[in-house]
Nanobody, 124 residues
Framework: QVQLVESGGGLVQAGDSLRLSCAASGRRISDYHMGWFRQAPGLEREFVAIISSRGGPLLYGDSVKGRFTISRDTAKNTLVLQMNSLKLEDTAVYYC?????????????????WGQGTQVTVSS
């Protein structure tokens, strides 16, 4: 089983960039489809991005397309989310997750392992 720990969150201004990392231990991230999700107060957890176990394809949520980039460093066993042109509505707790199934899906229910989350706050 894989353990996931997110880092890199913080307080930034609208238009700024931020880079989140998810350090995995126990198993290789290349054994899983890896994803980022986020949850704002009072809202349901939302899909942000996913990368398949093979390193591609990649999928993005509509609200982050063109601004966020998901990638992985298999040597460091780390998942990364580069967030550019941040908006107020990007404020949320961001979670890293791993899906052990063969099927490639962005559905939250498909993911088996979750990190504890890292807070991203975007101010005006």
């Amino acid at each position: 089983q894989v353990q996931l720990v997110e880092s890199g969150g913080g307080l930034v201004q609208a238009g700024d960039s931020l880079r989140l990392s998810c350090a995995a231990s126990g198993r290789r991230i290349s054994d899983y489809h890896m994803g980022w999700f986020r949850q704002a107060p009072g809202l349901e957890r939302e899909f942000v991005a996913i990368i398949s176990s093979r390193g591609g394809p990649l999928l993005y949520g509509d609200s982050v397309k063109g601004r966020f980039t998901i990638s992985r460093d298999t040597a460091k066993n780390t998942l990364v989310l580069q967030m550019n042109s941040l908006k107020l509505e990007d404020t949320a707790v961001y979670y890293c997750a791993a899906d052990r199934d063969y099927a490639f899906s962005a559905q939250i229910e498909s993911f088996d392992y979750w990190g504890q989350g890292t807070q991203v706050t975007v101010s005006s």
